[in-house]
């Protein structure tokens, strides 16, 4: 872009020079021209709008790579749907942005757009979720979270907890909320619960997607509350999902909270941004949250600021996450030998936060 527009509006200043324009316009333009040579402009394809997470995501990104900064940021909202994406990329393309950022609604499908955006030169920064392409130069850098780390953690509380209130394995019968299919905070989340179901001997009723969204995972809960009696743990994989899920447990009668032998259903989600889901983990409505972190934006500007220096950022980089956990009995869970803290929540923890 900047190479395109710079040569336009040096076309412009000369038939401003030429034509005797009034000095302020050709002062303007000379301005202009030199505030667009200098700025980076970057089309970010955005999944969509379908959570708090998703806001708080697109809020970050479009806080950082700001025209103070010294960006031209094109946003573009795919609406969960992956054509979108698709054209939106192709569009940058066409526009001949300096970078292409995309959070991509699932992992597959991309090869093909983004073998365009690589013999365009456009570098590509992905973010959040992952993608699964034949040659991995079709893109710089990643940045975003280990879902399968974030699952498992989950899960070693969830053992935690059964081992300190002294709930049999055989006595955990769980359902499991997923996020969009095939995107890689499902795929992760899932296979942590169904890898740790496994190890421990629990019992997962069925899975089935939320979509990320209140209302399907009401739905879905719904169907499942019919559907079967042993409901006592609830895997829900992002907080709107969570939220949809209590007012259906509520609906039917039961009671979300963080007492399982008492007759509590548990409810586990991730994200940690709903202020709502927030205070439910406050008060034990739901028992854990994973933390989620949405914070790309200063991350993709650092990455993008390396890139320009022709430096050689590193290609995957995973942002730092806590465990917020209503109960205290439970200070730290180990995955693959690494400890993790869990962070109790208290309203000095809500009062803290970043986002
Ligand atoms: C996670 C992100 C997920 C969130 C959901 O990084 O991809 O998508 O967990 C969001 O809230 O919809």
């Not at 034509?19 to 999944?47: P, R």
């Not at 973010?127 to 850098?141: F, G, T």
């Not at 709903?274 to 008060?283: D, F, R, S, V």
């Amino acid at each position: 872009m900047k190479k395109k527009l710079l040569s336009f509006l040096a076309i412009i200043c000369s038939l401003c020079v030429m034509c005797g324009c009034a000095t302020e316009q050709k002062d303007y333009t000379e301005e202009s021209a030199a505030q667009a040579a200098d700025s980076i402009s970057v089309g970010f394809s955005q999944v969509g709008a379908e959570s708090d997470w998703r806001s708080a995501n697109t809020d970050s990104m479009k806080s950082s790579l700001t025209k103070e900064n010294g960006f031209d940021l094109i946003f573009m909202d795919g609406q969960q749907k992956q054509t979108k994406q698709i054209t939106a990329i192709r569009s940058f393309i066409q526009q001949g942005v300096d970078y292409i950022v995309l959070a991509p609604v699932c992992e597959t499908g991309w090869d093909s757009v983004l073998d365009e955006a690589y013999e365009a030169n456009i570098p590509v920064i992905i973010v959040d979720r992952m993608i699964q392409i034949n040659n991995d130069n079709r893109y710089s850098c990643f940045v975003g979270s280990d879902f399968y780390l974030e699952g498992r953690k989950a899960c070693e509380w969830l053992n935690q907890y059964a081992t300190a209130y002294d709930i049999a394995k055989e006595d955990i019968h769980i359902v499991d909320i997923q996020g969009t299919i095939g995107s890689t905070a499902q795929i992760g989340r899932t296979k942590g619960l169904v890898e740790s179901a496994k190890k421990y001997g629990w019992d997962i009723r069925e899975k089935t997607s939320g979509d990320f969204t209140q209302a399907k995972g009401r739905e879905v809960m719904a169907q499942m509350l019919r559907q079967y009696n042993n409901i006592n743990v609830v895997y829900c994989e992002n907080d709107n999902e969570a939220l949809g899920a209590i007012e259906a447990i509520e609906a039917a009668g039961k009671h979300a909270g963080s007492n399982l032998k008492n007759g509590d259903i548990l409810v586990l989600s991730f994200d940690g941004i709903n202020e709502t889901a927030i205070n439910y983990a406050l008060e034990g409505t739901i028992a854990c949250i994973v933390e989620c972190n949405p914070l790309h934006g200063p991350r993709v500007r650092t990455i993008i600021d390396s890139l320009e220096r022709g430096e050689n950022p590193d290609k995957i980089e995973y942002v730092d996450e806590t465990l917020y956990s209503s109960v205290n009995v439970i200070k730290s869970v180990t995955v693959d030998g690494a400890k993790y803290d869990v962070t109790l929540l208290t309203q000095d923890v809500i009062d803290s936060r970043e986002y």
